[in-house]
């Protein structure tokens, strides 16, 4: 009689941890490379590295996202502009076009993503680096102000 009621418990232990699998096969994330190859991303931004001061924790959320050949910026900027629109001009909040969008991939671990665009504003030059962990870093130099630097997480866009 003991036998009887092994089976049965066996059996129902069994389809929970078959059913467990398979939900988290489907709930599966993309990976770094997946996101930057797709082009379909943001990093949100938790710091800002200006080149001349101090270390500034973002209290907002900033992000850079890139969508196809598009890219939208919404990041702080802190540093010297040596010629802007009167009134400050827009800094790093645009929209605009990619060019030359470039992925290297640094071993197993890191990606680097280069790209430029240009505004009627000025010309930026991004380097972005990825990490394994989602992890990110954004460097951007640009011709009529000093460059800056940012820390944050890689997303997936597809999330919101």
């Known amino acids: 009689m003991k036998r009887i009621?092994?089976?049965?418990?066996v059996?129902?232990?069994?389809s929970l941890m078959l059913s467990n699998l398979v939900s988290a096969q489907s709930k599966k994330e993309f990976s770094v490379h997946d996101l930057v190859e797709?082009?379909?991303?943001?990093?949100?931004?938790?710091?800002?590295?200006?080149?001349?001061?101090?270390?500034?924790n973002l209290t907002s959320t900033y992000t850079l996202t890139i969508k196809n050949d598009t890219v939208i910026s919404?990041?702080?900027?802190?540093?010297?502009?040596?010629s802007?629109?009167?009134?400050g001009g827009d800094g790093l909040i645009f929209t605009s076009t990619i060019q030359d969008y470039k992925i290297e991939k640094k071993g197993d671990k890191e990606m680097r993503i280069k790209f430029e665009t240009v505004t009627p504003e000025d010309r930026y030059l991004f380097?972005?680096?990825?990490?394994?962990?989602?992890?990110?870093?954004?460097?951007?130099?640009?011709n009529n102000r000093t460059g800056i630097r940012y820390g944050g997480f890689l997303e997936s866009i597809t999330e919101d």
Request: net charge positive; charged share 20%; hydrophobic share 40%.
């Open 127 to 142: 380097y972005l680096t990825v990490f394994e962990n989602k992890s990110a870093s954004i460097n951007v130099i640009m």
């Open 5 to 9: 009621k092994i089976i049965p418990t």
């Open 74 to 82: 919404h990041l702080p900027y802190y540093g010297r502009a040596y």
């Open 84 to 87: 802007i629109p009167y009134g």
């Open 11 to 14: 059996f129902v232990l069994f």
């Open 38 to 56: 797709s082009k379909e991303y943001k990093i949100e931004v938790l710091r800002a590295y200006p080149q001349s001061g101090k270390m500034v």
